[in-house]
């Protein structure tokens, strides 16, 4: 959890590269925690790589419809 909120303040920040570095060490090489997986969505976007969050997205919503 401590990587995935370091992942969210760091894209907040408009530091892309260390909250894609702390998301990717969150979630390891496969990402289980919705809100882990929610920030990745959120990077894909700022990456300008809609296609994934899109499909991240629902990803996350299927683990957990009632995420905000």
Same mark, same amino acid.
């Given at each position: 959890?401590?990587?995935?909120?370091l992942?969210?303040?760091?894209?907040?920040? %408009?530091? !892309?590269?260390?909250?894609?570095? @702390?998301?990717?060490? =969150?979630?390891?090489?496969?990402?289980?925690?919705?809100?882990?997986k929610?920030?990745? %969505?959120? !990077?894909?976007?700022?990456?300008? @790589?809609?296609?994934? =969050?899109?499909?991240?997205?629902?990803?996350?919503?299927?683990?957990?419809?009632?995420?905000?």
């Amino acid at each position: 959890l401590l990587l995935t909120r370091l992942a969210e303040l760091n894209l907040f920040f %408009g530091n !892309i590269k260390k909250a894609k570095a @702390n998301i990717d060490l =969150a979630c390891g090489q496969i990402c289980t925690n919705p809100y882990a997986k929610n920030v990745q %969505g959120f !990077i894909y976007l700022v990456e300008n @790589n809609p296609e994934s =969050a899109i499909q991240t997205f629902n990803e996350v919503i299927a683990q957990d419809p009632n995420i905000s």
